[in-house]
C-alpha cells in the first residue's frame, strides 16, 4: 500500500475530443461510455469460487491475437513486475495465489482463489496466513507445483539487487524481512515463510497485513521450481501455469505466447484458452497502429492496442460503426491536487477550492471526459463500495469565483494569503498551467510563489513531504495496488503516511487516523456492506479537504472488428486479455 504503482500505460494527450462528439454517457458499461459505472457491487471475495470459468456468451475457439503497443515493458519476470501492461499480459501464463474475477455487466472485480483453495486464514493475532493450495496443478512442462515453489518465488522476491523494480509489501510485513537478503545471498532460511507439507503455504508476518489475499494475487506469487530459476535470464523462457505459456520472446519487440497443454481449466474460476495464441509486439509508431487497427483491414482486424485514442482519430469515430471500437472503463488512477494542511488553514482551502480554475487548466492540460473525466471523489470508481458523490464546488469543473473566494479569504482573516509550488519551468504544457493557476489565484486575493525547476528535479523537490512549499507535494495523483478502499485513505490520509512519503495534504489527524483505523480493520464484506470506505471518503474531503480532486482516469483503447468481448479490466486500466475471442478465427 505505501509503494506507488506506475502505471506503464501510456497516455496519449486528447485535445479535441468535445468538439467532434464522444461515445455517449448514458450507459455505464466498459463500451460507449464517458462515464464511470455506478452499479450497486455485492461481493468484493468469493473464497468459494472454482472452475471452469464462466463460458462468454458467443465465444468461438482458435486463432491468434495480435497487441500492437507503442510502450515497451521493461521485464516478465513476474517477481519483477510492477507495472500495469506486465500484470496483464503475464496473468496469461502465470498464476498466483489469487486472481480477480469480473463480475457483471460493469465487470466488477472480485478477488477469488487461482491456485489457492481458498482466500488464505489468518491466525488470531493477525501475524500467520496459511493458504491451502489445490493440488493436481502442473507446469507447462508436465512436472508438478509444489508449495515449495511458492515459498522460493517469495524468497527471490527480497533479492532487490537482482529485482530492482518489484512490490515491496513483503520487505514490509514478512517477518525476518529486515535481514533476509534472497536466497542467492542469504539461503533458503527465511522465517517470513513456512511449507508443512507439498500443498500448505503459510506466511509470517511482522505486523498484521489484511490486505495479504489481495497481494496474493502479484505475479510475485506465481511459483518458480529453484532447480529451474535461472535469475534474470528466467523471464525468456519460464514455467507456466495458465492457459499459454510463453513461445518465444525478443526483449524489446516481440512476445509470442501458444497454449499450455498442461492447464487445467477445471481448477481455475477466471481464464479462458479461447486463442490458439497471443502475439504481442512492442515500442511500434502510436499513431499508425491506431490507424491500422481503426481500419481493420485483413489482419487488423483481429488486433488491438492498450494506449488510449489518439486525439487526431476522435473524429473518425463518429463514422459508422467505429464508436464500437472504442473500449472505455475505470483504472485505479486518479489526479489531485494536494494542499499542505499543516500550513493552509482549512478556511483557506476552501476558498483555493472556490477559486480554482479547472476548466481552463483542464483545456491547457489535454484533458477529456474520454479519458479524464472530472472527479468528486478522492477514491477510484474501481474500488468495490464505490459511489459517487458531490460535495458543493468540488466537482473538478468549472472556473472558480475569485470574487466568492476573495470574500472568503477576507471572513477568515488571511488575506494575501500566500501560496507556493514547484513547476517545470523547461516544460511548456507545465509552466502554461502553472500560469492558470497563478492568474486565478492571485485574481481571488491569494499571492503565489510560483517556483520554477527543471523536469528532471521535479520528483526530487515536490517528493519531499516538507519542502518550503503548500501546493502540490507528490503524490498529485495515486493508481491503488488493489481494488479496496484500503489501499487509498489509509495510504494517504493516516499520520504516518508522511513519513512513508505518500501523503496527500500531510494530514496529521489522531481522531481521523482512529476512524480509518476503524474501517480498515472491517473484514472487506463489512466495509463493503455498510459502504465504509466511501462514506469516510466523503468525510475527508467534507471535514479536512487536504486535495480538490481533479479527474478519474479511464481507458480508452482501440480494438479491431474481429476481436470478441473486448473488455476494459478496473484492476490494471488495461483489456482483460484471458477472455477474448476471434469472431472470425
Not at 183 to 194: K, M, Q, R
Not at 513 to 519: L, Y
Amino acid at each position: 500500500m505505501q509503494v506507488k504503482r506506475i502505471t506503464a500505460v501510456a497516455v496519449t494527450v486528447l485535445l479535441a475530443v468535445a468538439a467532434c462528439g464522444s461515445p455517449s454517457s448514458k450507459g455505464g458499461g466498459d463500451n460507449g461510455s464517458d462515464g464511470p459505472a455506478n452499479t450497486t457491487q455485492t461481493k468484493v471475495m468469493d473464497a468459494a469460487a472454482k472452475g471452469p470459468a464462466a463460458d462468454v456468451e458467443g465465444f468461438k475457439k482458435g486463432g491468434t491475437a495480435t497487441i500492437l503497443s507503442d510502450v515497451t515493458p521493461s521485464t516478465f519476470d513476474p517477481t519483477d513486475t510492477y507495472y500495469v501492461d506486465g500484470f496483464q499480459i503475464q496473468k496469461l501464463y502465470f498464476r498466483a495465489l489469487t486472481q480477480y474475477r469480473l463480475d457483471g455487466p460493469d465487470h466488477k472485480p472480485v478477488l477469488v482463489p487461482d491456485l489457492a483453495e481458498d482466500l488464505g486464514t489468518v491466525s488470531d493475532d493477525k501475524l500467520k496466513w496459511t493458504f491451502k493450495l489445490k493440488q493436481g496443478i502442473k507446469y507447462s512442462d508436465g512436472s508438478p507445483v509444489k508449495a515449495e515453489d511458492f515459498a522460493y518465488s517469495i524468497k527471490r522476491s527480497f533479492a532487490s539487487d537482482i529485482f530492482t523494480d518489484g512490490p515491496t509489501y513483503q520487505r514490509q510485513y514478512f517477518k525476518g524481512a529486515d535481514k533476509y537478503k534472497g536466497p542467492w545471498a542469504s539461503g533458503d532460511n527465511f522465517e517470513g515463510v513456512e511449507t508443512p507439507d507439498d500443498h500448505t503455504l503459510v506466511i509470517n508476518l511482522s505486523k498484521p497485513f489484511p490486505d495479504m489475499p489481495f497481494f496474493g494475487a502479484f505475479t510475485l506469487f506465481t511459483p518458480i521450481p529453484k532447480a529451474k530459476d535461472t535469475k534474470d535470464a528466467y523471464q525468456s523462457k519460464p514455467l507456466a501455469t495458465g492457459p499459454y505459456m510463453v513461445g518465444s520472446y525478443n526483449p524489446g519487440a516481440e512476445l509470442k505466447l501458444v497454449k499450455n497443454p498442461n492447464w487445467d481449466p477445471n481448477t481455475d474460476a477466471v481464464r479462458h484458452q479461447y486463442l490458439d495464441g497471443y502475439h504481442f509486439r512492442f515500442g511500434l509508431d502510436t499513431l499508425k497502429i491506431q490507424r491500422q487497427i481503426l481500419s481493420s483491414t485483413g489482419p487488423d482486424a483481429s488486433s488491438l492496442t492498450y494506449s488510449n485514442i489518439d486525439a487526431t482519430l476522435v473524429p473518425e469515430l463518429n463514422q459508422g460503426n467505429k464508436k464500437d471500437q472504442l473500449i472505455q472503463g475505470p483504472t485505479p488512477c486518479d489526479r489531485m491536487v494536494p494542499m499542505d494542511t499543516r500550513k493552509i488553514p482549512l478556511e483557506v482551502r476552501k476558498a483555493i477550492a472556490a477559486a480554482y480554475p479547472y476548466d481552463t487548466e483542464r483545456k491547457v492540460a489535454g484533458w477529456t471526459s474520454l479519458a479524464e473525466p472530472p472527479a468528486s471523489t478522492y477514491m477510484s470508481p474501481s474500488v468495490p463500495g464505490w459511489e459517487n458523490y458531490e460535495l458543493p464546488g468540488l466537482n473538478g469543473k468549472g472556473d472558480g469565483d475569485p470574487v466568492k473566494a476573495k470574500q472568503m479569504l477576507k471572513d477568515a482573516g488571511k488575506e494575501n494569503f500566500e501560496l507556493s509550488w514547484y513547476y517545470s519551468n523547461d516544460a511548456k504544457i507545465a509552466t502554461q498551467r502553472s500560469q492558470v493557476r497563478q492568474q486565478a489565484l492571485e485574481k481571488a486575493g491569494f499571492k503565489v510563489k510560483a517556483i520554477g525547476v527543471p523536469t528532471a528535479k521535479i520528483r526530487e523537490v515536490t517528493g519531499d513531504q516538507n519542502a518550503p512549499v503548500n501546493m502540490f507535494k507528490s503524490p498529485v495523483g495515486w493508481c491503488s495496488d488493489w481494488p479496496s478502499g484500503s489501499s487509498w485513505a489509509p495510504v494517504l490520509f493516516r499520520s504516518d503516511a508522511i513519513k512513508l512519503g505518500n501523503s496527500v495534504g500531510q494530514l496529521e489527524d489522531k481522531a481521523l487516523d482512529a476512524e480509518i483505523d476503524k474501517v480498515n480493520n472491517m473484514s472487506p464484506e463489512e466495509a463493503l456492506k455498510t459502504k465504509a470506505w466511501i462514506n469516510l471518503d466523503k468525510k475527508i474531503m467534507q471535514d479536512y479537504l487536504p486535495a480538490l480532486p481533479v479527474y478519474q482516469s479511464r481507458s480508452a483503447f482501440l480494438v479491431g472488428t474481429n476481436i470478441g468481448h473486448p473488455i476494459n479490466d478496473p484492476t490494471q486500466g488495461m483489456p482483460e486479455f484471458t477472455s477474448l475471442f476471434l469472431k472470425q478465427p
